[in-house]
């Protein structure tokens, strides 16, 4: 049993990488990770954003700013489970068949250039292919194969607006109005 999924993006840089980030923090949300932890340049605007996305489609994604590699540090030497995904990792679906579910994970991403310290203090470096590309896709795929389907049919139950209906049936139903 998971006792708590986060995602730590590391080295966020406010005036280059907003929109990005956002995307990584919904994915996160969506496919199912309890925090979603900021290290570089604070951005409450960004977590101010997540918590309405929170009131209208439910869930609550725990946001923290923090420091990246004195937090990982914490995570791993407290029992914690570190993944960190990188281009120079292990095959990801091989990979999660050995890692322990039973600790706090806590999913890695860079931004900029990860520090070499990332590599040895996780426990597991991880890759989705061995091609440079994009860290929403490399979290998406891997959330996708650790929590499996689940990850992709999420609902909360708290959600305000309810979509219903598929191909241009499709109704966003508002539980506060009627
Ligand atoms: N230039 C950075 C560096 O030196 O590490 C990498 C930048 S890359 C756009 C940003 C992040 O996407 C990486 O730190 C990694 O977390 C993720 N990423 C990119 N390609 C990946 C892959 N093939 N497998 C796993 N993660 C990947």
Redesign the pocket.
């Known amino acids: 049993m998971v006792e708590s999924f986060d995602v730590l993006r590391?080295g966020y840089r406010r005036g280059r990488d907003p929109r990005i980030t956002t995307h990584l923090a919904l994915v996160a949300r969506a496919l199912g990770a309890s925090g979603f932890l900021l290290s570089g340049d604070q951005d409450k605007e960004m977590f101010e954003n997540l918590k309405s996305v929170d009131k209208k489609f439910g869930g609550s994604v725990e946001t923290t700013h923090v420091k990246g590699l004195s937090h990982l540090k914490k995570h791993v030497e407290s029992g914690g489970v570190a993944i960190?995904?990188?281009?120079y990792?292990e095959p990801?679906r091989k990979t999660i068949q050995k890692i322990r579910r039973d600790k706090p994970i806590l999913v890695?991403?860079?931004?900029?250039?990860?520090p070499s310290d990332v590599f040895k203090i996780c426990q597991h470096n991880?890759?989705?292919?061995?091609?440079?590309?994009?860290?929403v896709a490399?979290l998406a795929l891997f959330m996708e194969a650790w929590f499996g389907d689940s990850a992709t049919e999420r609902n909360f139950d708290d959600a305000r607006l309810v979509i219903e209906g598929v191909n241009g049936g499709k109704l966003v139903h508002d539980k506060d109005s009627n």
């Not at 960190?84 to 281009?87: D, R, S």
């Open positions: 590391l960190h995904l990188t281009m990792g990801f890695v991403v860079g931004g900029s250039k990860v991880v890759a989705v292919g061995n091609q440079p590309h994009s860290e490399a």
